[in-house]
């Protein structure tokens, strides 16, 4: 099974900022095939962190799958960056800060304490859903008239909605 994926090479690469060119020198390694086997690694571990406690990764909404793309990004930057030998203080704090984001969103994952996963369980997996998704053929002439039929006439808006004020 294919893991599903959170981020790619260019969400790695706005991360990096300027130290991406690390990844584009020929013949060295971390390089940027390094780098996108390194996010299928970490897609895997959102995937098997989710499946773990009981959602099924392949069922998420864009937007929820989104939420896990810093820390897709951020954890395989950091594995990428640990490569890299005698690194100057700027890149330390990079890598400080892509590791602390990797560390604080796995245990977010794995406590049930990630902002998704936890809306994921509150709502028992289930979207809230949107008004226009819900209802899609809300204010058509169909659906006023069958509103206009079935609503008893003491519910009826006392004016109609193109009707001056």
Known sequence: MAATEYASWGDVQARAGR??????????????????????????????????????????????????????????????????????????????RADRIEKTGFAGLYSGGFAVLAELEATGGTSAGTFWGDEPDYGTAAQVEVELETTPAGHLPAFARDQEM
């Open 19 to 96: 130290w991406v060119n690390l990844f584009t020198v020929e013949g060295k390694h971390p390089n940027i095939a390094d780098v996108e086997q390194l996010l299928v690694n970490v897609n895997a571990e959102i995937d098997a962190a989710l499946r773990a406690r009981g959602h099924d990764p392949a069922a998420l909404t864009p937007d929820r799958r989104s939420a896990f793309t810093d820390l897709s990004a951020y954890a395989a930057l950091a594995r990428a960056l640990v490569a890299v030998p005698d690194s100057p203080d700027e890149l330390k704090a990079l890598i400080a």
